[in-house]
């Protein structure tokens, strides 16, 4: 079956615009999570989704990024008045249930954002 | 503030060498660790440990878990070049899913 997959793959915008990025999750799959990876780094959380709700958004660096997942499936990222810090692959998970009883992940692809 | 280390950060071996990678850790509420295998931009899981001393095992990799020490090795045998990626480690505690930062295998021919 399909795997997890982000659009777009790569995105190249300048410093201060808007850009959203997709990931479609596996379906059947009620935990969604964001992550995003700086060059030499592993991931790092940005926010847990448990159907449509945001259950732990404790990762989001600041008040320029939000996610929503308005039906329970896709979901995405938004982030406002990007900055070249914003520079990374973000990555999109996947697993069958919730956090707390934990369900192997499973990664998109990823979308590598760069900002000029 | 939780953590997770990984070393070495970067490994050049030879094919046929054996490798073995490390991953400390400290965390509050500990559930399990993870490892995966990161070759362009998803990672794939390898393994889920969440007891100690019990071995993990899958073709040429390994891994096992010291709760008492905290940490994980990931061992692989044999090293092929398709073996060559960024091997993540991450802990699972009740807050989150932390990842460390990561060992870039390289195996050369």
């Known amino acids: 079956g399909a795997g997890v997959s982000q659009t777009p793959s790569n995105k190249v915008t300048e410093k201060g615009k808007y850009v959203e990025l997709r990931c479609d999750p596996i379906?059947?799959?009620?935990?969604l999570y964001w992550y995003r990876q700086s060059l030499g780094q592993g991931p790092e959380f940005l926010i847990y989704?448990?159907?449509?709700?945001?259950?732990?958004d404790s990762g989001l660096p600041n008040d320029r990024f939000f996610a929503v997942r308005p039906e329970g499936s896709v979901s995405t990222l938004k982030i406002q008045r990007t900055e070249r810090g914003d520079s990374a692959v973000y990555l999109c998970?996947?697993?069958?249930?919730?956090?707390?009883?934990?369900?192997?992940?499973?990664f998109g692809p990823g979308t590598r954002l760069t900002v000029l | 503030e939780d953590k997770v280390v990984q070393s070495p950060l970067s490994l050049v071996v030879h094919e046929g060498d054996t490798v073995t990678l490390n991953c400390s850790y400290e965390?509050?509420?500990?559930?399990?660790l993870l490892w995966y295998k990161q070759e362009k931009k998803a990672p794939t899981f390898l393994f889920m440990l969440?007891?100690?001393?019990i071995e993990k095992k899958s073709g040429r990799l390994s891994s096992i878990l010291d709760k008492k020490e905290l940490f994980s090795i990931l061992n692989i045998t044999a090293t092929q070049t398709g073996d060559s990626a960024i091997y993540l480690c991450?802990?699972?505690?009740?807050?989150?899913?932390?990842f460390g930062a990561g060992t870039r295998l390289t195996v050369k021919p």
């Open positions: 998970a996947s697993s069958l249930v919730s956090r707390s009883s934990y369900n192997e992940q499973f």
């Open positions: 379906s059947g799959h009620t935990a």
């Open positions: 989704f448990q159907g449509t709700g945001a259950a732990d």
């Open positions: 965390v509050t509420n500990f559930r399990s």
């Open positions: 969440t007891s100690s001393g």
């Open positions: 991450a802990v699972v505690s009740n807050n989150d899913m932390r």
